[in-house]
Structures are given as structure tokens and as C-alpha cells.
């Protein structure tokens, strides 16, 4: 049965509730970052396994940086002293890890950890793992234009403003956002264009592998028309 089911090519997560998570919990914020980003860890190859082509995550938003400086270290070490140290699953999985997002806010140190991921993986094909670190789609809209600026482009096209994004990716197919907010909180405006939203009131330190699942049936039921008729 289960291998009937349409996969989408495109899955975009926003990972949001780690806070009320450990709140429930009597925990501080930053235990809520830990738990979702274990889970994370797990779930991110659980989606590959499933044969999602390209999966984006919302690790940290460009207005993230309101929060306290220590909330906002707290999450580039977990990238930087977790995440850094399974870089070598991606590169025997084929994997290419790929960063959206401006370097502004990030140490020289936290910068060489992203390119060193990077380069190690440039060359693989089999899936792409898009991490939006420091993100903000309209911020992403403006460096294109600025860029398509720079290199005179004329009779812009939705294909030829695609290529000048952080990275030339499909657009969205199934949108997840955790925590029963209903909200893109400007994460790729542009991808997803024609996504199907899904919004579990999990919250994502508890959106496991099952809750995947349930995810991919809701995607079945829906009926992708792409503004045509079907
Ligand atoms: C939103 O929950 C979550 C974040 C702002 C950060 C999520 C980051 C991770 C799970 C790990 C980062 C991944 C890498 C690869 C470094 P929230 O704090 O807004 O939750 P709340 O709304 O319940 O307060």
C-alpha cells in the first residue's frame, strides 16, 4: 500500500514549538532547541530515506536575531559542535548540504564550519539538504534583484529570477510547519508558491517519524491543480 503514495520532491519545514515544548516541561528554552534538534537529526534521514529529493529546514530566521544573544548562540553551537560532526553522514549518503541566508551575523569560525560542509559535499547528487541559517525571503528577493541588477538582465522570467536565489531548487511541495501556528514567517515566499500547507499541533521536539507520515497521507489527500482543472 505504503508504496503507492505520492513522495513529495520538495518537503520545507518550519520547525517551531521547541520553546513551549520545554516550557511544558519545566525546562529552559534552550533544552527545547536540544530536544529539536535530536529529533531533527533523526527525522532529516528518515526523510531522505523516504525519498524526499530536497528538504529545507528553518534553523534560524534573519529575525531570530531579536532574541536573547545567548538563545541565538545557543542554536549556532548546536550547529556548530552537533551538527558539524555528522557532516561525514551526508557525504556517504550522497547528500549535498547546501546554506540559505546572509553571512552577516555569523563569526569567522561558524562561517568555515558552513563551507567546510559545503565543499565536502558540493559534488553529491542524490538528495539536497538546504539549511536557511540567518534567513529571510524577502531579504533573499532583494539579493536577487540586486544581482540581476548587477548583471542587466532583461526579459525576466520566473525561470531565469529562480537561478538567482541563494540556491536554484524546485519549488515546495509540502509545507510543514510544527506547533499549530498557521504562518509562513517569511520562509521561501517564492518556493512556495503552489505548496500544500500542512500544520500539526505537535510540537517539534515530538514530530517524529510517524508524525511524518501522517503528513505524507494528509499530502495524498490533497488535489494539486496548479491552477488548472482536475
Ligand atoms: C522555533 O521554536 C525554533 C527555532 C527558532 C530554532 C530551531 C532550530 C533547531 C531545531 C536546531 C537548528 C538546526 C541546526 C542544523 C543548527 P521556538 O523557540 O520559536 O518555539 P516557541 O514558539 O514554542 O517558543
Known sequence: ME????????????????????????????????????????????IFKKGVNVLSIYALSTDNFKRPKQEINYIINLFLNNFFKEKDFYQKNNIKVVFSGRRNHFSEKVLKAMDDI??????????????????????????????????NINNLDQETFNKYLYHDLPPIDLLIRTSGE????????????YAEFYFPKTMFPDFDEK????????????????????
Open 182 to 193: 498557521q504562518r509562513l514567517s517569511d520562509f521561501m515566499l517564492w518556493q512556495v508558491a
Open 3 to 46: 508504496d503507492k503514495l505520492k513522495i513529495p520532491n520538495h518537503v520545507g519545514l518550519i520547525m517551531d514549538g521547541n520553546g513551549r515544548w520545554a516550557t511544558s516541561k519545566g525546562l529552559s528554552r534552550s533544552e527545547g532547541h536540544k530536544a529539536g534538534y535530536l529529533n531533527l537529526e533523526k527525522l532529516n534521514k528518515y
Open 118 to 151: 559545503v565543499e565536502q559535499t558540493k559534488n553529491n547528487t542524490s538528495a539536497i539538504f538546504n539549511i536557511c541559517f540567518d534567513y529571510s525571503s524577502r531579504n533573499e528577493i532583494i539579493d536577487a534583484l540586486e544581482k540581476i541588477k548587477e548583471d
Open 211 to 230: 508524525e511524518f507520515d501522517l503528513a505524507i497521507l494528509e499530502y495524498n489527500k490533497r488535489n494539486r491543480k496548479f491552477g488548472g482543472i482536475k
